[in-house]
Nanobody
Framework: QVQLVESGGGLVQAGGSLRLSCAAS????????MAWFREATGKERDFVAF????????YYADSVKGRFTISRDNAKNTVYLQMNSLKPEDTAVYYC?????????????????WGQGTQVTVSS
């Protein structure tokens, strides 16, 4: 069992940056594949990025590739999402997700644990 708590959301102008953090409970953080998803109002929850538990391979949605960076600090039980060159279409609630020894998936139903979400609003 793992509990996830996101932070770092807020209001930013287009072109700006934010860094989201997701702190996880438990002693086996390094064994979890960690991911970020986002959900805009009235839309489905979409994949953003993941960091695989073994080797730390990363993968991004095309819409954020080159602008967002996922990273993790296993000693701090924390995964981050650095978001640069933000666009109004990035506005959404951002969720952290975890799957024990997960292969790395882009579908939300593959993840067993979720945080409560943090709002990111990008103004034009």
């Amino acid at each position: 069992q793992v509990q996830l708590v996101e932070s770092g959301g807020g209001l930013v102008q287009a072109g700006g940056s934010l860094r989201l953090s997701c702190a996880a409970s438990g002693r086996t953080f390094g064994s979890y594949t960690m991911a970020w998803f986002r959900e805009a109002t009235g839309k489905e929850r979409d994949f953003v990025a993941f960091s695989r538990w073994a080797g730390g391979d990363t993968y991004y949605a095309d819409s954020v590739k080159g602008r967002f960076t996922i990273s993790r600090d296993n000693a701090k039980n924390t995964v981050y999402l650095q978001m640069n060159s933000l666009k109004p279409e990035d506005t959404a609630v951002y969720y952290c997700a975890a799957e024990y020894r997960g292969f790395g998936w882009v579908k939300s139903y593959e993840y067993d644990y979720w945080g409560q979400g943090t709002q990111v609003t990008v103004s034009s």
